[in-house]
Nanobody, 126 residues
Framework: QVQLVESGGGLVQAGGSLRLSCAAS????????MGWFRQAPGKEREFVAA????????IYADSVKGRFAISRDNAKNTVYLQMNSLKPEDTSIYYC???????????????????WGQGTQVTVSS
């Protein structure tokens, strides 16, 4: 069983920064791509960023490109999301999720992810 636990959310002013962390249980973390998604009230869950098993490949939603950076530390079983230049429209619950296994690349679709964390709230005030 895989467990994912997000942390690092909070309240920040527009233009500020936050770093989210997602700690994963299990010995297979380094063999899978990982992703971050977010969901605002009344909206569908949407893709934010993803990283390959090795960290060599990353993809981003257009809305966060140039402001957010995804990274991972396989020795610590942790994936990060550095969020800079935050905007009020970034306010959401942020979820990390396990993606495809090594060799299958990185994907931006919800269906490509099988295990999800409980989420962490990010609120950006104007």
């Amino acid at each position: 069983q895989v467990q994912l636990v997000e942390s690092g959310g909070g309240l920040v002013q527009a233009g500020g920064s936050l770093r989210l962390s997602c700690a994963a249980s299990g010995r297979t973390f380094s063999s899978y791509a990982m992703g971050w998604f977010r969901q605002a009230p009344g909206k569908e869950r949407e893709f934010v960023a993803a990283i390959s098993w090795s960290g060599a490949s990353t993809i981003y939603a257009d809305s966060v490109k140039g402001r957010f950076a995804i990274s991972r530390d396989n020795a610590k079983n942790t994936v990060y999301l550095q969020m800079n230049s935050l905007k009020p429209e970034d306010t959401s619950i942020y979820y990390c999720a396990r993606g495809p296994p090594a060799g299958y690349g990185v994907v931006a679709t919800l269906g490509g992810y099988d295990y999800w964390g409980q989420g962490t709230q990010v609120t950006v005030s104007s």
